[in-house]
């Protein structure tokens, strides 16, 4: 995945957000979110079991990045003031902060990628001031968030398992397919519609 940001009157592209794969996958009136726990710096492997996916706001809430882990943090806890500002409403908590990170000249320059999920919303967050709440109840980003959205898509059309099975399987599977994916997975569940 390349983001666009703009730089003074020219774009300039980044790198693929590399060494992570988060995963939602909202199926059967369950809510999963799950992270691989593979740092890397370069090409090297420096960590494997951080933990890319929290709860937030009082256990309401879970998030998952990837990208810069300072800057994740930073984003994480931007969420959870706009969340305590706007009384749990993701929706708008989410929404603020995109347009913040847009607009904000140090903001701007944080490199991560945000999933945000409640018992009823799922949204993508970027910095490119994109809330994506996806069609399907699956989304992913990271190194290998596209394999891990494709397989987990796969696996509710062609499966029975429950979400919790789906979300270890496509992580699984995109840990076979992307390098900077590994198999030490931290998943938060929670009941959907709630």
Not at 94 to 117: C, F, G, H, P, S
Not at 159 to 169: P, Q, R
């Amino acid at each position: 995945m390349t983001i666009q940001c703009s730089e003074g009157n020219g774009m300039k592209n980044r790198q693929s957000f590399h060494g992570t794969t988060i995963l939602a996958v909202r199926h059967q009136d369950e809510l999963v979110v799950a992270g691989d726990g593979q740092v890397t710096l370069g090409d090297h492997v420096v960590k494997h079991q951080a933990k890319k996916v929290r709860r937030i706001y009082n256990d309401q809430i879970i998030v998952g990045f990837a990208g810069a882990t300072a800057d994740a943090l930073n984003l994480s806890e931007r969420l959870e003031t706009k969340l305590e500002r706007y009384n749990g409403n993701l929706t708008r908590a989410a929404v603020e902060l995109a347009r913040d990170w847009r607009t904000d000249k140090y903001l701007r320059r944080l490199e991560a990628m945000m999933i945000a999920v409640d018992g009823q919303r799922m949204f993508l967050i970027s910095g490119t001031g994109d809330v994506i709440e996806p069609d399907e109840g699956v989304v992913a980003i990271g190194s290998g968030g596209v394999a891990a959205q494709a397989a987990a898509m796969a696996l509710i059309e062609k499966t029975d398992l429950n979400a919790e099975n789906i979300v270890a399987e496509a992580m699984r599977i995109a840990g076979l397919i992307c390098i900077y994916t590994n198999d030490t997975i931290t998943m938060e569940k929670m009941a959907s519609g709630v």
